[in-house]
């Protein structure tokens, strides 16, 4: 796993196990900036906001950060009081073994909900985390902070200001409980980029917007989703042009893109990635929930499984979801093929067409609506069985 | 099938395998009040609509009907202009056989959408259920109807007016897309009160508010939805006192009941039958949103499948539902389990008497917001392995 690839000049990382996942798995993991550094974070729309939330929101005031602890198995979530002095105390445990702020420590839980953190393992771990820094160990973080996650998200971006390299580099779990509304389950973002906090958290907000935003595996908010970014600014560049802050969005996108992408590949029990795209919506607002509306259906995404290009329940999902919308006036489309034009089905030929395109591991499934301009689109994936299998056995 | 129990003067029925379904089963029926009846109906909120619920509100319009046909294996949605002429067809073809108008037919269809109706077929079939008409047959028409049911939906109340008995029997369908707003998929009601078509209808809405409209399998609502009544007055009573009114409503409150309640246990796979109950929500609107998004949230259905009481997943629920909520203030009950109390968990003797609970095939999950004083709860079922199997393959 550790490699040259995933790496930061000025960053380095660690991740050991603690024992608050179940079997011998890495569960804990930390990222320290050798340098102060501008930091940012998205977090979850959920009115059920876990601890390590309230507390980086906290630590994030000053846009200054030098530091990330994770912990996965237990998401700190639900926990009350006590799970504020929990998270608290692993951030003073983090900044002590490091010999900065508590302050500077944000802190990240992902796991079971509503059980406190075991702070005895927790204590043992932090020296463990802080004695075993390395600047190739980002990878392993990556794996540490994994819950259902059948394998560790990562993704890179090489870009140029006044004339010094930088470099963007993104670690992100999760498989389900997705379906963000700002941010979501967890992702963290090291760059050597010289940035101000006010741009690095514009820059943040609107990739987050198009990426995290735009995804969903089971239509549940977690409690737990954050996005965090840290910018150490030793490429020391001077400040950046308007090209040059437009190329470092792109970047931050592709890479927040890629992330969010392989969240959806690997959604539980998954075996498709699908784009739900709406073209011609009367709104911006209608575009997006229509977008949503299919890729959340329960029947759309059985039949996506079951590889049957079943577009009653598309038009069923659209005609529920209170948009704007008249059926006569409806294109779907399976890749290139069209399958319902002017909200009639094109018949078997065009059928048979449409499942073969379906036995692939990705596709677009395009509505035109033909009511406005307005764009949007939903990555998803298909309900199976093995998804049902995971969430009905998760805690036992 | 056939059986004294579900008989209302003055109504006949019949069925016949038509050829529509799959396989060799019952899948058209006819039902005629030898009178002319009162008549009511209420429909999907669906923006896509069926053409026989097009062709029912039209025949609606004076309140008046003396026969309903139904078939199953096809939905006659998504079919346009011809699904109408099929529709008024069928209406035609049925009035013809009986010897009465054809806007005094109400048509009901369920099944695959968006393939036109065999009209052969259909043409066939009217004669030999108008030439099988039976008192005893309402069962097998229940059982005509059937999609994915896997029994027929039955449900009879006896009540009196002036001193008269009087009798509903209700026939309902429906196991999957099950997330009625104003409706469900198919429900009939005969009944030979003596009644004034606006109070039969006013009786109607209310009570499918109560009972249709607080069920859900899987959050996808149909675009066929229809319930329907028809009292033919043979009881012969005078006008109905406040009272008898009253009496009426219940009962057909009980019927209807009755068969939203045998819906849900027959979804689509589902291996449990749950309440969720809301109380002291801070709106009506709230204490409804919550219910329903705790009822179609696929986490908690998952957990509920494998008689986890993972009351994470319920708070995660209620925090993205957009109510008005604190955390600290949510209690949480499986029937008369406390498992959670002001926000936190009771701990694991309390979850293990639960999960004890939760092996039961019915419970009620109970969440008090002390928020306000409004109350509201929706029936819902498990999601299972049984669920994803039936809708990955209902086309193939």
Same mark, same amino acid.
């Given at each position: 796993m550790e490699n040259e690839q995933y790496t930061v000049p000025g960053f380095k990382a660690s991740a050991t196990i603690a024992g608050l996942k179940k079997g011998n798995a890495l569960d804990m993991g930390l990222i320290v900036s050798e340098t102060e550094a501008a930091? &940012?974070?998205?977090?979850?729309?959920? $009115? *059920?906001?876990? @601890?390590?939330?309230? +507390?980086?929101?906290?630590?994030?005031? /000053?846009?200054?950060?030098?530091?990330?602890?994770?912990?996965?198995?237990?998401?700190?979530?639900?926990?009350?009081?006590?799970?504020?002095?929990?998270?608290?105390?692993?951030?003073?445990?983090?900044?002590?073994?490091?010999?900065?702020?508590?302050?500077?420590?944000?802190?990240?839980?992902?796991?079971?909900? &509503?059980?406190?953190?075991?702070?005895? $393992? *927790?204590?043992? @771990?932090?020296?463990? +985390?802080?004695?075993?820094?390395?600047? /190739?160990?980002?990878?392993?973080?990556?794996?540490?902070?994994?819950?259902?996650?059948?394998?560790?998200?990562?993704?890179?971006?090489?870009?140029?200001?006044?004339?010094?390299?930088?470099?963007?580099?993104?670690?992100?779990?999760?498989?389900?409980?997705?379906?963000?509304e700002m941010a979501t389950t967890l992702c963290f973002l090291l760059t050597d980029i010289q940035i101000e906090p006010e741009d690095l958290k514009k820059a943040l907000l609107s990739s987050t917007n198009a990426t995290f935003n735009r995804i969903t595996v089971d239509g549940d908010t977690s409690t737990n989703d954050t996005v965090l970014i840290l910018a150490n600014g030793l490429t020391g560049n001077t400040s950046l042009s308007e090209q040059e802050m437009g190329l470092f969005s792109r970047g931050l996108r592709q890479v927040m893109g890629d992330l969010a992408r392989m969240i959806v590949l690997d959604g539980e029990g998954a075996t498709k990635l699908i784009r739900v795209e709406i073209k011609n919506a009367a709104s911006a607002s209608d575009a997006l929930r229509a977008a949503r509306t299919v890729a959340n259906s329960s029947l759309v995404k059985t039949a996506i499984y079951g590889q049957d290009p079943n577009w009653g329940r598309i038009m069923a999902a659209l005609g529920r979801s209170g948009i704007n919308m008249i059926e006569e006036r409806v294109d779907i489309w399976i890749d290139q093929v069209r399958i319902v034009s002017r909200g009639l089905g094109r018949g078997p030929a065009a059928e048979k067409e449409a499942a073969a395109v379906m036995c692939k591991k990705e596709f677009t499934l395009s509505i035109d609506l033909h009511e406005g301009v307005y764009h949007d689109s939903i990555l998803t994936c298909d309900l199976t069985h093995e998804y049902v299998s995971i969430n009905a056995d998760y805690r036992t």
């Open positions: 930091a &940012g974070g998205v977090f979850t729309t959920n $009115k *059920v906001r876990a @601890a390590p939330v309230i +507390l980086c929101e906290r630590h994030l005031e /000053k846009g200054r950060a030098r530091a990330i602890i994770v912990n996965a198995g237990n998401a700190n979530a639900c926990t009350g009081a006590r799970g504020l002095d929990d998270a608290l105390t692993t951030a003073d445990l983090a900044a002590e073994a490091l010999g900065i702020n508590s302050g500077e420590v944000l802190v990240a839980s992902t796991g079971v909900i &509503g059980q406190p953190l075991n702070m005895e $393992k *927790v204590e043992k @771990a932090v020296p463990v +985390l802080a004695g075993n820094l390395s600047s /190739k160990a980002i990878p392993r973080t990556a794996r540490a902070m994994m819950t259902t996650d059948s394998f560790p998200k990562m993704s890179r971006f090489d870009g140029q200001a006044g004339g010094r390299p930088y470099r963007i580099v993104g670690i992100a779990k999760g498989a389900g409980m997705i379906m963000p």
